[in-house]
């Protein structure tokens, strides 16, 4: 595993951890709020904001630790009926594609937080800014783009030290395979 991939790793299980935190935090919120409601009549005001902002920073800060542990959907019915390096070149180009796709993604979330910056977007109840959460969302889909980056080029990696070691490897020549088929 390279460098790139270990600290890709890594970075990723923190974000992955604290959308742990977030998940524990809606579920928290959510049992607090009825509690509070049935109890003391007198629930957490703009709760159904709170539980929305901390979903979209946990979904947005888990995409990269899923990616790295392969747990996102894969339809691979008719590749993986194919020979082992027609599927290591079509999981090559399909980990660029999603690479450009998401590392566009990423980029396009973050210049539209920045205009919520500039707009002064709230949310409507608690008048919570927007800003800070569609940052979450852009740096989650940029790791989810570090993520297929590390992963396209130990892909890549692979494929060609596979290749390099394949061309050392003794290969009988013309003149042996015709001897053996001889009888000498």
């Known amino acids: 595993m390279s460098n790139l991939t270990r600290m890709v790793t890594g970075f ?9 935190f977030c998940m524990v935090a809606v579920m928290g919120l959510i049992v607090a709020n009825i509690l509070l409601r049935a109890i003391f009549k007198r629930p957490i005001l703009g709760t159904i904001e709170y539980v929305v902002f901390l979903t979209v920073a946990m979904i947005g800060l888990a995409l990269a630790y899923c990616a790295v542990q392969n747990g996102h959907i894969a339809v691979d019915f008719v590749v993986c009926r ?3 390096k027609v599927q290591a070149v079509i999981g090559n180009v399909m980990n660029a594609v999603a690479l450009v796709f998401w590392g566009t993604c990423a980029w396009q979330v973050g ?8 707009s002064g977007a709230v949310s409507s109840t608690v008048q919570i ?11 989650g889909l940029a790791a989810l783009s570090l993520v297929l980056l590390a992963a396209t080029m130990e892909s890549v990696r692979k494929e060609f030290l596979s290749r390099s070691m394949s061309i050392l490897e003794p290969r009988v020549s013309a003149i042996e395979t015709i001897q053996k088929v001889a009888g000498k």
Request: proline share 10%; charged share 10%.
């Open 12 to 20: 990723s299980r923190i974000l992955d951890q604290i959308a742990g």
């Open 82 to 84: 194919l020979p082992l």
């Open 111 to 118: 210049k539209y937080a920045q205009s919520t910056v500039i």
């Open 129 to 139: 800014p927007l800003y800070p959460f569609i940052y979450i969302v852009a740096i």
